[in-house]
Structure formats: structure tokens, C-alpha cells
């Protein structure tokens, strides 16, 4: 049994659940059931866990091993490294879930591929808020304890607003990685996927975003923001005159908007890319 067919009195009361069952109208379904009826997928899967694990492992490892510049060192592991593989892991299982059984559970239901398509790109981005939320109060608990209880002097300490902006942004900077993953699992499996976007992510993001270049891929934005927003290079060192990569220009808080802007135009376009592959794919069936 599925979540798209027989889950009723989980998720929208009297209607069918999920995605209703074979007597219901594609018309009836509405789009909260479709994102409730992926929600119940992953109720008892690893999902949750790697929501809640990878940005507290994150934080744990930059105390242990940096821990006077822990703060700078958390975001910049995070956005640098561990948020791509962690949306990658996420949106890659989300798609995974279905296309494991070839979507035959989806096929044989009245069910539209376009919203299904939605619900899975919504429940990846709820997933990355989570955790975008989970790593910023980790920093500020742990900043807390270090100062008051430890006494530990910290070093290139963001003010509380602009950690607070960061957070948000890189989630912003980063929904296009939900849908892009999903794209790219559906053509190549899993385990490569993975692979590619992080490899590519990491390659690109530390060459392009301290280029004038940084807006022609998504990969070189997130980092080039967080040089104006935190005063912190993508190499994870102060940006400040003399050190390494740095120039005044990487300061320009222009490229916040810009980036939020692009970035979510790179969103719109896998969004949409993938909803029309879902549903081409479906009349192919």
C-alpha cells in the first residue's frame, strides 16, 4: 500500500488521502494532500534523522577542530560542503522513493504528474528550512555556552542580525537545488547524482564566486553572498585586505540581491523543467 491511494484518514478528512484512490478525480485532489501523502512516505525513514544530524554535525565539528572561529567555520562547512550533500541526499531519496518501482504506483492512479512533482520539490525545500533552522540555533547555543559558561574567546564573531540573514539566504540560494537534484536523479540514479552535484558544487562554487563571473552558474552565488554578508572567503578565512582571494569587490552587498535573484530564477527554471519531464514521462507510459 501507498501513500497515494489508501492513506484517507491520514490526510484530508473525509476525502481520499495522498492522491485519493482510482474513483476520484485528478480535479478533487487537493494540492495539500499531494504534499501531505509525500510527508507520510518518509514518517519512519532516515530522512528526519539526516535533517536533524548533518547541521549539528556540522556545528560539532567546527568546535572540536576550530572551535575560537566555530562560527564563520559552521557556516562556511555548511554552505561549502554539507548543505550541497545534504540536499543532494534529500532530494535525491524524495525522487528515489517512486521511481525505485519504475512509478507504477503512481501510473495507475488518476493522479496529476505535475503536482506530484510539486509536492516532492515542497517537501525538499521544507527539509533544507529545517535544517537551515536547526544550524542557526545550534550556533547561537553553542556561541552562548562558549562565551558565558567557558569563557572562550571568539574570533571573526558575525553580529546576531547578520547570522540571523545568513541562515535565510542560503536557504534562498539554495532551492534550486532541490529540483536540480531531482532532474538529475531521475536520468542518473542516486549514488551518481550525489556525486556530481557535489562535485561540482565544490569546484565550481570556490572558482567562480570570487570572479565577476559568480551569477553565470548557481554554484558561485551562495558563497559570493556570504563574502558581504558575513565578511567570510569561501576558502573559510576573514575577507579582509591580505588574505588570500580576497578583493574590496567581494564586499559589494549587491550581490545579495542579485544572488537571491538568480538564484531563485535558477529555481523557477529546474522547477519547471522537471514538472514538464514528469509529466512528458507520464504520457509516455
Not at 90 to 100: E, Q, T, W
Not at 168 to 197: A, K, N
Amino acid at each position: 500500500m501507498t501513500a497515494y491511494g489508501n492513506g484517507a484518514q491520514e490526510t484530508a478528512g473525509n476525502s481520499r488521502a495522498a492522491y485519493g484512490n482510482g474513483a476520484q478525480e485528478k480535479t478533487e485532489i487537493s494540492r495539500a494532500a499531494y504534499f501531505q501523502a509525500e510527508k507520510m512516505k518518509f514518517r519512519h525513514s532516515v530522512l528526519p534523522k539526516v535533517v536533524v544530524g548533518m547541521p549539528l554535525l556540522c556545528i560539532l565539528a567546527a568546535v572540536l577542530l576550530t572551535y575560537s572561529y566555530f562560527i564563520i567555520d559552521s557556516y562556511n562547512w555548511w554552505y561549502m560542503f554539507l548543505c550541497p550533500g545534504t540536499a543532494a541526499l534529500l532530494s535525491g531519496s524524495i525522487y528515489m522513493k517512486d521511481k525505485k518501482q519504475k512509478g507504477r504506483t503512481l501510473y495507475c492512479l488518476p493522479v496529476d504528474m505535475g503536482k506530484v512533482w510539486d509536492a516532492k520539490v515542497a517537501n525538499g525545500i521544507c527539509y533544507l528550512g529545517i535544517a537551515s533552522a536547526i544550524l542557526a540555533a545550534g550556533v547561537f547555543f553553542l556561541r552562548a555556552v562558549l562565551k558565558n559558561i567557558f569563557s572562550v574567546p571568539l574570533q571573526c564573531e558575525p553580529p546576531v542580525a547578520a547570522q540571523a540573514a545568513a541562515v535565510v539566504l542560503l536557504w534562498l540560494s539554495f532551492l534550486w537545488q532541490v529540483p536540480f537534484c531531482q532532474l538529475l536523479t531521475r536520468f542518473v540514479g542516486l549514488f551518481p547524482m550525489i556525486f556530481l552535484h557535489m562535485a561540482g558544487y565544490v569546484v565550481l562554487s570556490a572558482s567562480l564566486s570570487v570572479t565577476s563571473f559568480y551569477l553565470a552558474v548557481p554554484q558561485g552565488i551562495t558563497a559570493r553572498m556570504m563574502c558581504a554578508v558575513l565578511g567570510v572567503l569561501p576558502n573559510g578565512l576573514p575577507a579582509e585586505p591580505g588574505q588570500m582571494t580576497f578583493s574590496v569587490e567581494l564586499l559589494d552587498m549587491s550581490s545579495v540581491w542579485l544572488g537571491v535573484l538568480v538564484s531563485l530564477l535558477w529555481f523557477l527554471a529546474f522547477w519547471y523543467l522537471g514538472r514538464k519531464c514528469e509529466k512528458m514521462f507520464r504520457k509516455g507510459a
